[in-house]
């Protein structure tokens, strides 16, 4: 499903953020990548997402070539890749379903499959009953699930998730990780980065540990083993 | 495509009217700057028509010797015609003179009576029409040629001369002096607009970048992004050109009956009349054109996609 071949990454400021990194995850796989900052995670996801371009070495995420994209195809790729972070990025000013809505709007489907997608969605997060909400009405976890259910509208086979725990409660935080679960029982890959030692050690799941642009530790079921987690 | 073009349409009417303040301010310069232009238009158009009319009587003369020979005759008229500044060539002979005179001065009697047919003291004369009225300094150039001069009335000099000349000279630089300046204060106003404009798109793209991210996150596409903006500067261009034209026809029907005796404004008044949709519509043309213009060069400045 994704696969790093030697990717090096150099800032224009000369600074190496990844070095040869080699990675390669299965379809439907739940990966969480632990590491302290600074040590890549932010680029690895840039490159996937297509913020960042890498400078050397092969990526290739569903069979595609980033190689082989041009730059108008970038829209699409990112289409393909559901993302969620730690800030929830949603718009202020519409509410829940519009929000959620946006993510379909911008690819150009139709207003009726909109409307019959979005609730369902927001059901499946657990936001059924708060479509006609605004974002400031809701709880940080809630808030979460929205920019989760954004995420998933459009059936991405890969879902991002870059520390969609870090500004929530042990509680909340834990709705989050099952809800993650959930999708990832229902066949989404779950490439998750998170910081909170209690939630790597719990999940019992494959952990990459990165530091200085290299990988330093991959396990199938890991550990967090970095100094100063939650 | 339809319904994305739908889309980035709606979007940017919404931020029209979520920032309505600097909205209105960069509608109201534009709403300016398309009323100047437009009026430039009109007393342009007016202007042109008045000299036009003004220049269309200018005809210069010559009044040649009596003792000029019918052969002397032909080759001077050959020659002033062969003037590429030349438009129109009249013989007026001394009797045609004489007949003109006295039915200027039909109710002179006194005057009437001190010339005869036998003792006409008025010279033959050609009427010249100039093609170009600025250039008439060819004709004078003629007139003073060697083989010309001789057969030219010593007595009454070549009309466009002395103060006939500075007064034509008048005209004609009052004119271009008006175009001119339209011209300049247009250019003046579009380059404000434009200024403005760019500013309220940029401040509009950094008060919208949380959003500009989330669009870029869930895949829109460049011109997703980028449509509302241009759209939004459109329709600046849309309201301001319809108000302004508003304006123009209002000055137009309003204030022309005061200038009618000076300047001659049948022709805007016959094209605002006949093709309202040509005038609103070249009005919005242009901002439309000066909108997305500016919105494009602050999209190129501050929207990296």
Redesign the interface.
């Known amino acids: 499903m994704i696969l790093f071949d030697r990717v090096t990454k150099v800032y224009p400021n000369q600074s190496i953020a990844l070095s040869g990194l080699n990675v390669h995850i299965q379809p439907k796989e739940f990966v969480t990548i632990v590491g302290s900052s600074g040590a890549g995670k932010s680029t690895l996801i840039k490159l996937l ?1 297509r913020e960042e371009t890498h400078t050397s070495g092969k990526i290739i995420v569903g069979g595609l070539d980033y190689d082989t994209i041009r730059p ?1 195809d970038v ?5 393909r890749i559901g ?1 969620v972070f730690q800030d929830f ?3 202020p000013n519409r509410r829940v379903g519009e929000n959620v809505a ?2 379909l ?4 489907a ?1 207003p009726g499959e909109i409307k019959r997608a979005v609730p369902k969605m927001l059901t499946l997060v657990g936001l059924g009953q708060k479509e006609q909400m605004f974002p400031h009405e809701l709880s940080g976890g809630e808030r979460q699930r929205v920019a989760i259910a ?1 995420a998933l509208i ?1 059936q991405p086979k890969i879902l991002i998730a870059d520390e969609p725990t870090g500004n929530l409660d042990p509680k909340n935080a834990w709705e989050i990780i099952e809800l993650l679960l959930k999708i990832n029982r229902f066949g989404t890959t779950v490439l998750l980065t998170t910081h909170n030692k209690e939630i790597v050690n719990a999940l019992k799941r494959r952990v990459i540990t990165i530091n200085r642009g290299r990988i330093v530790k991959d396990e199938e079921q890991g550990r967090y083993t970095l100094e100063g987690g939650k | 495509m339809v319904l994305q073009l739908w889309r980035v349409i709606h979007a940017g009417a919404r931020n029209f009217t979520r920032n309505l303040w600097l909205s209105t301010a960069a509608t109201a310069v534009m709403t300016i700057t398309l009323t100047i232009v437009l009026v430039s238009f009109i007393s342009n158009s007016a202007l042109t028509n008045t000299i036009k009319n003004v220049t269309d009587k200018i005809d210069v003369s010559i009044y040649l010797n009596d003792n000029i020979s019918p052969a002397q005759l032909d080759g001077l008229k050959a020659k002033i015609a062969a003037n590429p500044d030349v438009a129109g060539l009249r013989y007026i002979s001394k009797a045609d003179a004489l007949a003109d005179w006295r039915a200027q001065h039909a109710n002179d009697p006194q005057l009437l009576q001190a010339t005869t047919d036998t003792d006409n003291p008025l010279p033959a004369s050609f009427a010249i029409k100039a093609r170009d009225p600025k250039h008439l300094d060819s004709l004078s150039a003629l007139v003073q040629q060697p083989d010309v001069s001789p057969l030219l009335d010593a007595k009454t000099p070549f009309s466009y001369s002395g103060k006939n000349k500075t007064t034509i000279d008048r005209i004609i630089s009052f004119s271009s002096f008006f175009r001119t300046s339209g011209l300049i204060v247009s250019v003046i106003f579009v380059t404000i607009s434009v200024l403005i404009i760019f500013n309220t798109i940029r401040m509009a793209i950094f008060t919208r970048r949380d959003e500009i991210e989330i669009m870029k996150l869930v895949g829109a596409t460049k011109w997703f992004v980028r449509g509302p903006f241009l759209f939004e500067a459109a329709l600046y261009g849309i309201v301001a050109a319809i108000v302004s034209a508003g304006l123009s026809y209002a000055l137009l029907f309003a204030g022309g009956p005061k200038v009618k005796g000076y300047i001659d404004l049948n022709a805007a008044l016959h094209l605002f009349q006949a093709y309202p949709f040509i005038v609103i519509g070249g009005a919005v043309f242009i901002g439309v054109c000066i909108g997305m213009f500016s919105s494009l060069l602050a999209m190129g400045r501050y929207l990296k996609l």
């Not at chain 1, 829209?75 to 289409?79: A, D, H, I």
């Not at chain 1, 709007?105 to 150009?108: D, L, M, N, R």
């Open positions: 997402t108008k829209p699409l790729v990112r289409r993302v990025k949603l718009l946006f993510a709007e911008v690819s150009g139709r954004r459009r």
